[in-house]
């Protein structure tokens, strides 16, 4: 017998054993396994992904909100700046419109403190320069009494 029949019976003989040994079914089992193993992993991964993306929606929408309540602050703080600002011009113009009228009073005092002086120092230079005048004119004792009762009349009309 030549070398290919005893390879035959070898290979017969190695199947045999391999059957005998029931290696297809613990290999089938060990594949079997292994597709349980992967299809497990793949439905984590699968549920993963969908928690994934739910979690991803919902961050989107909390930053929508949170982007919608950054404008909502953004404007309702330019609203208030805006009442601040006029509140404060408002301020501002009645201050000036009081200091202005306080001014013009202060003003006004003055310049009537001032045509008071004024006619003080006029009428006492009337009196003198009349009492001059009648001095020359008048002699004596009723030149005295005359110009002080000049004197004295202008004196109340002014006060």
Known sequence: ??????????????????????VPGLLGSKLDDRAKVIKADLD?????????????????RKKVEAENEAKNIVEQAKRE????????????????????????QKIAQAE?????????????????AAAKIIGKDIKGAKAASLVDNTIASLRKQLN
Do not use: C, N, P
Request: proline share 0%; no cysteine; aromatic share 8%.
């Open 44 to 60: 984590d991964a699968r549920r993963l992904r969908e928690e994934a993306q739910e979690l991803l929606a919902e961050y989107q």
């Open 81 to 104: 700046a805006e009442l601040y600002g006029q509140e404060a011009r408002k301020k501002m113009t009645d201050q000036i419109e009081r200091r202005t009228k306080l001014a013009e």
């Open 112 to 128: 009537a403190a001032a045509i008071k002086d004024v006619r003080g120092a006029a009428s006492e230079l009337a009196v003198e």
């Open 1 to 22: 017998m030549d070398a290919t029949f005893w390879a035959l019976i070898a290979l017969v003989l190695f199947f045999g054993i391999i059957l005998y040994a029931k």
